[in-house]
């Protein structure tokens, strides 16, 4: 099942092509190299209990997020349903205090990890961006304080 690009913020999000993707080599990874890498070692006679902690939560990781690829859409985009405003998988160029430019992209907070782009939905960051639309100045309540960023520029494409 697809979802369109554009989703009501309040509801659970899809994952972005990508970010689906990078879960599932996550999950890969954890199955075909880290487990098999520590399974010896969890029956040796003087095993190290953090091998076993490791393998573990290794394994709670990937059933969490097999879990959440049965559980959750992949978006697509949706051109046409573009009316300007940030949304959740858009790649967004801001503008910090410090005048200093950077790209981000609201995703699905298992997402957020994947690279250095990607902010949770639920960061006070997104949060602020989510349906503004270029140009604006958005203030952020963070933790850290309140602070502004200009939107530069939207790019719809939930690709990359």
Known sequence: MTTTLHRDATKAPALTPRGYALIS????????QRLPELRPLLTERERDERDVAEFERLLEEAIA???LLAET??????PAGFEGRVGIGMRVRITLA????????????AEAFLDDERISITSPL?????????????????????????IVEIDPSIHG
């Open 126 to 150: 997104a949060t602020a961006l989510l349906g503004a639309r270029s140009s604006h100045v958005v203030w952020i309540d963070a933790p850290s304080g309140v602070w502004a960023c200009t």
């Open 25 to 32: 080599e996550r999950i890969a990874h954890i199955h075909d």
């Open 65 to 67: 997020l097999e879990a």
């Open 73 to 78: 859409d992949v978006m697509t985009d949706d």
């Open 98 to 109: 410090d005048g200093s430019e950077t790209w981000v992209r609201p995703v699905h907070p």
